[in-house]
């Protein structure tokens, strides 16, 4: 333990929360407990409470860095080209990287999060989180005003709802793919990135001229 004693807090934060998302995917959230994240990072349960005070300040730690990656995906996607379309189809193969590299976390980033912050307790990590969330929104809504202005995109639309309709629909048909591809081949004879390119262009035709 000298050796660890001596290492960053954040490398054993990120040891422990690594160990943590393996038992999380084997057994879910509820069902794993705070000593067995700690035997499985090799620290002590006490240890384990120096760097996490409780599991949910752990499992927010998980999804405040998957949102940042997220958030990394998406703005790499909209800085790689500058035609509309092209953008757009780079932001659909930002959200499939993601579900593909951390398919624990893509429904967890779009399940309710906490947005008072004035009257309620809550964990740094979930404020953070949120505001990374805030800056995803601006750059889909600049995305969306650029298309606009092109007159690429519907100039009717509203802008929040279409950016959260948009979550919903994309996160869906990722979600779907995943997990009926074998359906997918078999009833519609079509692989699982041949049903997404169809969905994906469904979607961006009801929001342009």
């Not at 950016?163 to 048909?173: A, N, Y």
């Not at 979607?203 to 001229?209: G, H, M, N």
Request: charge should be negative.
């Amino acid at each position: 333990m000298a050796r660890r004693k001596k290492e960053p807090q954040n490398i054993h934060r990120k040891n422990i929360s690594i160990a943590a998302e393996q038992l999380f995917l084997q057994k879910g959230i509820k069902n794993t407990s705070m000593s067995e994240i700690a035997k499985e990072a090799g620290y002590s349960k006490a240890t384990l409470y120096v760097y996490f005070k409780n599991k949910e300040e752990l499992v927010g730690f998980l999804v405040l860095e998957s949102m940042k990656k997220l958030h990394d995906y998406i703005s790499q996607a909209i800085m790689k080209c500058d035609g509309t379309k092209e953008r757009y189809l780079e932001i659909c193969s930002a959200m499939l990287k993601y579900q593909e590299e951390y398919p624990f976390y893509f429904s967890m980033v779009l399940e309710t999060i906490n947005i008072d912050f004035e009257t309620t307790n809550f964990l740094p990590e979930e404020k953070e989180t949120f505001l990374v969330g805030e800056q995803i929104n601006e750059l889909l809504v600049e995305f969306l005003q650029s298309g606009m202005l092109t007159g690429e995109i519907r100039s009717d639309i509203e802008i929040l709802p279409t950016i959260f309709t948009f979550w919903g629909m994309l996160s869906g048909l990722i979600q779907m793919a995943a997990n009926k591809e074998a359906y997918i081949g078999q009833q519609m004879r079509k692989s699982k990135m041949e049903f997404l390119d169809y969905g994906f262009e469904m979607l961006y035709e009801s929001i342009t001229v």
